[in-house]
């Protein structure tokens, strides 16, 4: 069966500081590996990973795929109490996604 | 350009109803799949739809069903409602049957069972 596994679940961090949000995956057929962004309710798209060692950034936001070791982190700079949601990976198969619980980051002021 | 957009975004039911959930994809999205996304858990797949049909099924029992119009929109039935089917049901559209590109996610359906 199809694995995603999101650390830590909860971080608490102050506006400034640097965040790495770690995701381990296993998905047959595996095809790409993507982040999300939920605050309320729909999650947002952030990134879409299919080739190893390529980072892709978007503003403050940064993320990674390793896909030997299975495995992509997500990295905020200079974090802002906006970033404060839940950030889901998932893998993504021929046709469907395989989500992680998430993880809550906090960011307060 | 209307995202996905899905009906009711609340509800409440008790044990036993059965619910249907309304979904309309992205303009240009012809496939649309389901996902239920207890509390603080992440999304699980349903079922996906694309032309017509399901497609693709998740780990989920019979009691839930579904159906795609010719418009490309979609619903989400479930019968014999439990305790246990509380959750936020969001719909997601994307083009093509076989894209695990980005997909487009919905407001979403509270659903409450009481």
């Known amino acids: 069966e199809d694995k995603v596994v999101q650390s830590p679940l909860s971080l608490v961090v102050h506006e400034g500081d640097t965040v790495t949000l770690n995701c381990s995956y296993e998905?047959?057929?595996?095809?790409?590996l993507l982040w999300y962004k939920q605050e309320k309710k729909a999650p947002t798209f952030l990134f879409m990973l299919?080739?190893?060692?390529i980072e892709k950034k978007s503003g403050r936001l940064s993320s990674i795929l390793d896909k030997k070791e299975l495995f992509s982190i997500l990295n905020i700079t200079a974090t802002q109490t906006g970033d404060s949601a839940i950030y889901l990976c998932?893998?993504?198969?021929?046709?469907?996604?395989?989500f992680g619980k998430g993880t809550l980051l906090t960011v307060n002021p | 350009d209307a995202g996905v957009t899905q009906s009711p975004t609340h509800l409440i039911k008790t044990r036993g109803q059965q619910v249907t959930l309304r979904c309309s994809p992205k303009?240009?999205?012809?496939?649309v799949s389901w996902y239920q996304q207890a509390l603080g858990q992440g999304p699980q797949f349903i079922f996906q739809?694309?032309?017509?049909?399901?497609?693709q099924r998740g780990n989920f029992p019979d009691r839930f069903s579904g159906h795609q119009f010719p418009n490309y929109s979609s619903e989400l039935n479930v019968n014999a409602l439990l305790l246990g089917d509380s959750a936020l049901y969001l719909c997601?559209?994307?083009?093509?049957?076989?894209?695990?590109?980005?997909?487009?996610f919905g407001e979403g359906s509270r659903l409450t069972v009481l």
């Open positions: 997601a559209s994307s083009f093509g049957q076989s894209n695990t590109g980005e997909l487009f």
């Open positions: 998905v047959t057929n595996f095809r790409s």
């Open positions: 299919t080739s190893s060692g």
């Open positions: 998932t893998g993504g198969s021929n046709y469907k996604l395989t």
């Open positions: 303009s240009g999205h012809d496939t």
């Open positions: 739809y694309y032309e017509e049909e399901e497609r």
